[in-house]
Nanobody, 122 residues
Framework: QVQLVESGGGLVQAGGSLRLSCAVSGSISRINTLGWYRQAPGKQRELVARIITSTESTIYADSVKGRFTISRYNAKNTVYLQMNSLNPEDTGVYYC???????????????WGQGTQVTVSS
C-alpha cells in the first residue's frame, strides 16, 4: 500500500509564507511524477506544481509561478512546496499527488494524500 501524508498547512496573513511537506511511504518501485494540487471552496481541484522525476523538470500553474517552488528529497521520499507571497486566492485544501508503479505491479497508478488546509487572510 502507498501512503502520502501532508503536513505544514495553516493560517497565514497575506504576504506570508508556508512550506508544505508530503511524506511517501509504502511499496513503490517507480515514481513518475510528484505534485501538489489544491481545491478552493466551490471550485474544482487544480494542479499547483509537479515534478517529473525522470528529468527533474517542474511544471507550475500560472497563478503560482515565481512564488511557489516544488522540490523533493529523494532519500526520504518527501516532496515539498515552498509557498511565498501568499494571497487569499491561495486558500484551499492542498493535496499531494503521486503517479507511479507499486512494487510487483506494471501499470502506474495515481495516489493522493488526505489534504492539508491552507488559509490566507487578507
Amino acid at each position: 500500500q502507498v501512503q502520502l501524508v501532508e503536513s505544514g498547512g495553516g493560517l497565514v496573513q497575506a504576504g506570508g509564507s508556508l512550506r508544505l511537506s508530503c511524506a511517501v511511504s509504502g511499496s513503490i518501485s517507480r515514481i513518475n511524477t510528484l505534485g501538489w494540487y489544491r481545491q478552493a471552496p466551490g471550485k474544482q481541484r487544480e494542479l499547483v506544481a509537479r515534478i517529473i522525476t525522470s528529468t527533474e523538470s517542474t511544471i507550475y500553474a500560472d497563478s503560482v509561478k515565481g512564488r511557489f517552488t516544488i522540490s523533493r528529497y529523494n532519500a526520504k521520499n518527501t516532496v515539498y512546496l515552498q509557498m511565498n507571497s501568499l494571497n487569499p486566492e491561495d486558500t484551499g485544501v492542498y493535496y499531494c499527488n503521486l503517479f507511479g508503479v507499486r512494487s510487483f505491479k506494471v501499470i502506474p497508478d495515481e495516489y493522493w494524500g488526505q489534504g492539508t488546509q491552507v488559509t490566507v487572510s487578507s
